[in-house]
């Protein structure tokens, strides 16, 4: 097979008054050996696309192939070959960590041994440790290792990082990075745009229930149309610190700036994607001074996935919300 992930109309509806439509004739192909991002708000069906890939939920239409094969006909040999990193993985308090990894490896024909698997995640040390002295980053290791002790060809990685600090975070990205490095095909979810920016080779954007854009990091940003955003927000020259919704003729008027390919209002904030800034920049205060308008604020920085996912959807991600 050409894809280790090929699902093609895949369709799940809860039955309810009304049913809901979770997922809606969704297509989704992740290449072999590939790190492959899947990022959307709330409500998306990202989470029940994942559990129907994982073979956790019945899809209720559509196809899934996973490494070739299909749920419903070659479950045991699928479940052989793919390792599963859930959000929460609960694990006994009271088991060492070897022993943990070593439950685990007692579900496998063909696996790492203990060693092997602690060895991928730096958790060595720790062997003898019980799992309820363990940190929260050196926790969601000991799952990473859980899932990975089955030497996948498939790894799932739900929201690895959620909840950790900056040292855990790239301790677990360094982990990812190793085993992408090792030739395995990963399916990262995160809320983390920074995180699927350095790690994932390609990203799929999902909302209500289907996948609405899906590239490399860098052709999703350059779909944009520039690689600079200039966020800022206005006020009147009697009141500068007051900020105003802008008029609708203003924000015409922006869009016809040199560069300028897209503008957007977001909460009293104006948002420009743009190639050049300074010519922006000094174009813009231009603008707003002819119309009896001040800044009350200003700031530029490169363009990244965030600014495409709010573009695409509308919304920010909950963990990026800051």
């Excluded at 070593?102 to 579900?107: I, K, P, V, Y």
């Excluded at 008029?247 to 904030?269: H, Y």
Aim: contains cysteine.
């Amino acid at each position: 097979m050409k894809f280790a992930i090929d699902c093609r109309n895949l369709r799940k509806t809860y039955l309810a008054k009304p049913p809901v439509e979770a997922v809606r004739g969704l297509d989704l192909q992740v290449h072999y050996g590939e790190c492959f991002g899947v990022l959307g708000p709330n409500g998306a069906g990202k989470t029940t696309t994942i559990e129907i890939l994982e073979g956790l939920l019945p899809a209720t239409s559509g196809e899934v192939w996973i490494l070739g094969r299909q749920w419903g006909r070659d479950d045991r040999e699928i479940r052989q070959r793919i390792g599963v990193s859930l959000q929460e993985t609960v694990l006994s308090d009271e088991l060492t960590v070897a022993e943990t990894v070593r439950l685990f490896r007692s579900f496998y024909r063909h696996a790492l041994t203990v060693e092997q698997a602690l060895a991928q995640v730096s958790l060595q040390e720790k062997a003898k440790s019980r799992v309820n002295k363990l940190s929260g980053g050196q926790k969601q290791r000991l799952a990473v290792a859980c899932a990975i002790v089955s030497d996948p060809e498939l790894l799932f990685l739900d929201e690895p990082t959620t909840g950790l600090d900056p040292t855990s975070r790239r301790e677990v990205w360094e982990i990812i990075r190793q085993l992408r490095a090792n030739g395995r095909t990963i399916l990262l979810t995160t809320h983390y745009m920074d995180e699927a920016q350095r790690l994932c080779d390609r990203v799929a954007i999902f909302d209500e229930g289907r996948v609405i854009a899906i590239g490399t990091p860098d052709e999703l940003i350059r779909s944009l149309g520039g690689d600079q955003v200039v966020r800022f927000s206005f006020a009147k020259r009697q009141d500068p610190h007051c900020p105003v919704d802008p008029p609708t003729e203003i924000l015409d008027t922006m869009r016809a700036l040199p560069s300028v390919s897209l503008v957007e209002n977001i909460a009293e904030q104006v948002r420009l994607t743009c190639q050049q800034l300074p010519v922006v920049v000094t174009a813009l205060i231009e603008l707003l001074r002819r119309h009896d308008y001040v800044l009350s604020d200003l700031n530029t920085r490169e363009a990244s996935l965030d600014d495409v996912f709010i573009h695409l959807t509308g919304k920010r991600l909950e963990s990026d919300a800051a």
